[in-house]
């Protein structure tokens, strides 16, 4: 099935706008144009968004995505150079997840520290509770 551009971003979230710069920026070269000079968008190109949007949600550059494509397009050959790229940024996100984690932590430590300092009208004395000094030292350090 074909559809617009128009179209094509209503099945992707994405904007016309958005799309017309991943083409500019050569990260839509499957897509065909009609007779008329129109884009249409295919199901495998619907795909291929949903593909681009998911590793630039990961934190990949477009311009490693753009090179993801290019291997792509060059077939088989560059199954070795996919595969470490798809490994580094597997890497990449558990790293970021692993911050994230942390900081997580450090903001539920923020939040019950508080709710104790409102359930005793002071932050001195919540901060004073052993739990909250052992909390404190493996977060923070101090």
Known sequence: MGYSIGQAAQKTGLTTHTLRYYEKEGLLPFVRKNSAGLRV???NDINWLNMIECLKATGMPLKGIKQYIDWFREGDTTLPQRLEMFK????????????LQTNLSKISYKIRLYDKAVELGSLEKAQGLEEFKNDRLKLFGH
């Open 41 to 43: 968008f295919s199901d």
């Open 88 to 99: 580094q940024q597997e890497k990449n996100i558990k790293e970021h997840l692993h911050r």
